[in-house]
């Protein structure tokens, strides 16, 4: 899958499950097509993967979170070896590594000045994520300016109603991540 068509993967079913270990069975039983799985551990990630595969759900692990696996070029190797789809980072340099393994990238940024904002276009040129998610994602203002660039948007954190789902993806997101699990119907 390229990156054009996981972008129309996202626009097809926009709601992404944003999970702990705890809500693992629950995004497998419901509608969304696609998990972002929090805190990923060694010891379960490669069966979690290959259930949400058989689920017919893409994967994408947040690998600041996880726990025992490396935060660098072996612990990215491992995903892919996993069968991950693609990952979540804070970090431009994990940004990179995971582009040269082949896994669809997210940027997260978290949106709480003006002067962070502004770091978010420098950054993603030199990074060039597939995705960059916007937190928290209920800031439409931020979402609707960087929506008009080259780089997709996810819109996440603090969405807690059906409405906030619609006003990012009216702003320009293309799809909107969060743990609250009934709106993972929408």
Do not use: Y
């Not at 660098?72 to 340099?93: M, P, Q, R, Y």
């Not at 002067?115 to 276009?121: E, F, R």
């Not at 990074?127 to 996810?154: C, H, L, N, W, Y």
């Not at 819109?155 to 743990?179: D, F, M, R, Y």
């Amino acid at each position: 899958m390229d990156r054009n068509e996981m972008l129309d993967w996202l626009e097809q079913a926009p709601v992404i499950a944003a999970v702990h270990a705890e809500d693992w069975k629950s995004a497998l039983e419901s509608p969304v097509k696609t998990i972002f799985c929090l805190k990923a551990n060694l010891r379960t990630i490669r069966s979690r993967i290959k259930e949400a595969h058989l689920a017919e759900k893409k994967v994408f692990v947040h690998i600041d979170l996880s726990e025992g696996i490396g935060k660098d070029k072996t612990g990215l190797e491992f995903l892919a070896a996993c069968g991950v789809d693609g990952i979540i980072t804070t970090k431009s340099n994990m940004v990179k590594i995971a582009k040269e393994l082949g896994l669809f990238t997210v940027q997260r940024f978290f949106a709480l000045d003006s002067q962070g904002v502004s770091a978010i276009g420098e950054i993603t040129q030199t990074a060039s994520p597939d995705f960059i998610e916007i937190m928290p994602g209920v800031i439409e203002k931020i979402v609707s300016r960087f929506a008009t660039g080259q780089i997709p948007v996810i819109a996440g954190g603090l969405i807690e109603t059906k409405q906030e789902i619609t006003n990012a993806i009216k702003c320009g997101a293309v799809a909107v991540s969060t743990g609250k699990q009934d709106l993972w119907i929408v």
